[in-house]
């Protein structure tokens, strides 16, 4: 198991900076993604890590000890790529055993390493198959068994699921995070989709333009968002300017006294121009003359719409003064879909509501 260390890593293509200043450190055993819109360096980053990239300054450890200038097949790291990159002329037991060849490995121990790898992740008796028998999900399951068969101190994954469907993605990343618990081999993990990082992640770090701007548990990133951002760039939120401006006070309780709200003292301060950030799962529904309660915000609006999706459904509400809110109902009932039109109460709950400023973004 293997600490990294990112110290200060720069790197530049021309006029793009693809790295500022990136520092961060990984824990051994630890499975850790880097989450980030398209071109905001985390495919730079991973590429660097494993040599196939040279940052132009900064430097990089493996337990303490700087790896900058050995080359990609020296540092003992392990890569699964987005395409799979397996050999399409080799069987899957080639493919596996491919890098214990070029490691002087025992022909005895090439062959039970590679029946060790094709059990961790569920491909015995498929090992004299072609890559074009199999399906995607397999064909990945070769390219993860091929980059842990040499035991590698780091695993890099960039984007290793994005080629698969919806059901297979989910299955082959439960897979992914029960073998990486089980091996405990130091993990980094690229992917561009939320929902996967928070659900593989031990601790992910999200990514602008170069920069992190967050790093932290699942429950951290999702619960306590840095800044805008973040909050809106994982998950879903509903953002108003604070206070909600042109909307018909008389349908609307505005806290008036702001220690109502929890740990936000100067919320509402004429000076600070804020934004307010609340889930759609923590927006509540109720009959539109259903009593007001306290530490809760109450809004009136007309249901535009309604996504229903099985299992859950989103409502869209608009509110009187224009603005447009999600609500995100699990298990709805069938009455539900028949009211859109209706005008309903909105309860956004006072523990729920995060503020962010409107200027640097940052959560208050
Ligand atoms: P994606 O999710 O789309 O793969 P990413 O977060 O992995 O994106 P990178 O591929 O690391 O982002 O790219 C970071 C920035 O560097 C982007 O603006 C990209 O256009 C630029 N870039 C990457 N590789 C090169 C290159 N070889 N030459 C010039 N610019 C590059």
Redesign the pocket.
């Known amino acids: 198991m293997s600490t990294v260390q990112l110290n200060n890593l720069n ?1 530049k ?2 006029d ?4 500022k200043q990136f520092s961060l450190e990984i824990q051994s055993g630890e499975l850790f993604t ?1 989450l ?12 660097t890590i494993a040599g196939f ?1 040279r940052q132009d300054s900064g430097t990089i450890n493996i337990d303490g000890i700087g790896i900058d200038n050995l080359p990609a097949f020296r540092r003992d790291i392990g890569m699964v790529f987005q395409d799979y990159a397996i050999f399409p002329h080799m069987s899957v037991e080639d493919n596996i055993a491919f890098g214990l060849r070029n490691r002087n490995v025992s022909r005895q121990e090439i062959k039970s390493r590679v029946a060790d790898a094709l059990e961790t992740v569920q491909l015995s008796g498929l090992e004299k198959r072609m890559p074009n028998e199999l399906s995607g999900g397999q064909q990945q399951r070769v390219g993860l068994a091929r980059a842990l068969v040499i035991q590698p101190k780091i695993l890099l994954m ?2 290793p699921l994005s080629n698969l469907d919806a059901k297979l993605r989910i299955e082959l990343r439960e897979d992914i995070r029960k073998i990486q618990k089980k091996l405990g081999t130091t993990t980094i993990y ?1 992917t ?1 989709d939320q929902e996967e990082a928070l659900v593989i992640s031990d601790r992910l770090c999200i ?1 602008r333009s ?1 920069q992190m701007v967050q790093v932290g548990t699942p429950w951290e990133i999702y619960k306590k968002p840095a800044d805008h951002f973040v909050a809106s760039f994982v998950g879903n939120m509903n953002f108003f300017p604070w206070p909600f401006a042109g909307l018909d006070f008389h349908d609307l309780k505005v806290p008036t006294v702001i220690e109502d709200l929890p740990a936000k003292t100067n919320v509402g301060n004429e000076s600070e121009k804020l934004i307010v950030g609340i889930r759609p799962e923590d927006v509540l529904i109720s009959n539109s003359t259903a009593k007001l309660k306290s530490q809760v915000i109450h809004l009136k609006g007309t249901i535009k719409n309604i996504s229903f999706s099985g299992r859950e459904a989103q409502i869209h509400v608009k509110l009187i003064d224009g603005n447009q809110l999600v609500a995100h109902i699990t298990r709805p009932g069938e009455r539900l879909l028949d009211e859109i039109g209706k005008t309903v109460q909105l309860e956004l709950p006072h523990k729920s509501i995060m503020f962010f400023n409107n200027k640097s973004g940052l959560r208050r």
């Open positions: 790197k293509y021309s793009v900076e693809a790295l880097l980030g819109p398209s071109g905001c360096g985390k495919t730079t980053l991973l590429r990239n960039d984007e690229v561009h990514m170069g």
